[in-house]
């Protein structure tokens, strides 16, 4: 079963930056969204980030994050990025990464994504 992991997340000061990555634990399968999702324990994970991973490379985002926030991947097309800049303590969250080989469309809902990471801990003060 494809799963994808996450790495980057760590304690930092308000208006510090972090950058994190998400990686598939397999090779070769054509996701075709990845997005950045986020949950603060006792909430819904909310969509932060998308990107249409193999082939535009176009990019969505949240009002929460936008302006912020930046995803990208690399030129391999492997490897999911969230540069996370300016950061306030009401980012503090688990962080993960989702795909899918659907486009995009409805990308904030978690439900048509089925490959999940097992989430990475931001934390801002």
């Known amino acids: 079963q494809v799963q994808l992991v996450e790495s980057g997340g760590a304690s930092v000061e308000a208006g510090g930056s972090l950058t994190l990555s998400c990686e598939p634990t397999?090779?070769?399968?054509?996701?075709?969204?990845a997005a950045w999702f986020r949950q603060v324990p006792g909430t819904e994970r909310e969509g932060i980030a998308a990107?249409?991973?193999?082939?535009?490379?176009?990019?969505t985002y949240a009002d929460s994050v936008k302006g912020r926030f930046t995803v990208s991947r690399d030129n391999a097309k492997t490897t999911l990025y969230l540069q996370m800049n300016s950061l306030k303590p009401e980012d503090t969250a688990m962080y993960y990464c989702?795909?899918?080989?659907?486009?995009?469309?409805?990308?904030?809902?978690?439900?048509?994504?089925?490959?999940w990471g097992q989430g990475t801990q931001v934390t801002v003060s």
């Open positions: 990107l249409y991973f193999t082939t535009t490379g176009t990019t």
């Open positions: 989702a795909a899918r080989r659907t486009n995009c469309l409805g990308w904030r809902s978690t439900a048509d994504f089925g490959y």
């Open positions: 397999r090779r070769g399968l054509r996701l075709f969204c």
